[in-house]
């Protein structure tokens, strides 16, 4: 079974930076297409990110575009969220996902198809 360890958020001010890091275990993690999802307070979970295995092409909504990256280090079966230009509406819990078919990338923002998730790390942004 795959399992997913996020790290790296905390406090920033509005305008900050954090980096998110996600470890997988797996032997088979250059393949996963990795997502980045969020969940804000009484409100609904959100795609933020993904990156497929074998070609790392990327896939952002538009409100991430030009703000948040993500990447991966197969090396270390490692992928981050580089998150920018930090709002106060950034605020969330954010998650780390797993998938192990290969993808339209129409179907890469659709949470439940995301067969592994990681316990999520706290992502606090202040005014």
């Known amino acids: 079974q795959v399992q997913l360890v996020e790290s790296g958020g905390g406090l920033v001010q509005a305008g900050g930076s954090l980096r998110l890091s996600c470890a997988a275990s797996?032997?088979?993690?250059?393949?996963?297409?990795m997502g980045w999802f969020r969940q804000a307070p009484g409100k609904e979970r959100e795609f933020v990110a993904s990156?497929?295995?074998?070609?790392?092409?990327?896939y952002y909504p538009n409100s991430m575009k030009g703000r948040f990256t993500i990447s991966r280090d197969n090396a270390k079966n490692t992928v981050y969220l580089q998150m920018n230009t930090l709002k106060p509406e950034d605020t969330a819990v954010y998650y780390c996902?797993?998938?192990?078919?290969?993808?339209?990338?129409?179907?890469?923002?659709?949470?439940?198809?995301?067969?592994?998730w990681g316990q999520g790390t706290q992502v606090t942004v202040s005014s």
């Open positions: 996902a797993a998938d192990s078919q290969p993808r339209m990338i129409g179907l890469r923002t659709t949470a439940f198809l995301y067969k592994y």
């Open positions: 797996g032997r088979a993690f250059n393949s996963y297409t």
């Open positions: 990156i497929s295995g074998s070609t790392s092409i990327t």
